[in-house]
């Protein structure tokens, strides 16, 4: 996405904005027509991946790196981002 894209989201209104779970149910939709009859696997795993370190990048940079204010908004123990942090080599 260019600057741009980042402004005109930046100007959307809350009720303007698509839900995430519906981005992420068409992604898997796509996902799984795209294997065919292949069987998916760990798939809780890949949406984790796929979703929590993108999350955790964002955060932190909001937060400028603060991980008490990144784990309250993030809902988690700071112990527990900390873990996060680490396990996407974030740190």
Partial sequence: ????SFQLIDELTHDDMVDISECVQHHFNVY???LDD???HNLHDMMLAACEK???ELVMEKTRGNQSQASA???MNRATLRKKLVQYDLL
Wanted: no cysteine; charged share 5%.
């Fill in 73 to 75: 908004w993030l809902g």
């Fill in 32 to 34: 799984l027509t795209a």
């Fill in 38 to 40: 292949a069987e998916p």
């Fill in 54 to 56: 993108p999350l955790l």
């Fill in 1 to 4: 996405m260019n600057s741009l």
